[in-house]
């Protein structure tokens, strides 16, 4: 069945830095693009960044662009955020989410991010 594992979240001073994994299986990786969403508390979900599916071209929010950055591996099946400089706006459950050319999307559960001193 698919599945998109998050993993890497926590709890971080500002200034720091996290690093999140998204491991995916039951479905073709390499075909698909990837994305990092997050949601804080009584905001919406929002989209933070995005990779192609060879990794060649990648999106972000203007909030995180210098400070974020998506990559991915497709022989391992896994797509990163590398974050870095957090700031306490950044704090939000973190969601890993695929996409194909098509109309196929899948979810992960969510990882927290908390960024605080």
């Known amino acids: 069945q698919v599945q998109l594992v998050e993993s890497g979240g926590g709890l971080v001073q500002p200034g720091g830095s996290l690093r999140l994994s998204c491991a995916a299986s039951?479905?073709?990786?390499?075909?698909?693009?990837m994305s990092w969403y997050r949601q804080a508390p009584g905001k919406e979900r929002e989209l933070v960044a995005t990779?192609?599916?060879?990794?060649?071209?990648?999106n972000y929010v203007d909030s995180v662009k210098g400070r974020f950055n998506i990559s991915r591996n497709n022989a391992k099946n896994t797509v990163y955020l590398q974050m870095n400089s957090l700031k306490p706006e950044d704090t939000a459950v973190y969601y890993c989410?695929?996409?194909?050319?098509?109309?196929?999307?899948?979810w992960g559960q969510g990882t927290q991010v908390t960024v605080s001193s």
């Open positions: 989410y695929a996409q194909s050319g098509g109309t196929e999307t899948y």
């Open positions: 990779i192609t599916r060879t990794g060649y071209s990648t």
């Open positions: 039951g479905f073709t990786f390499s075909l698909y693009a």
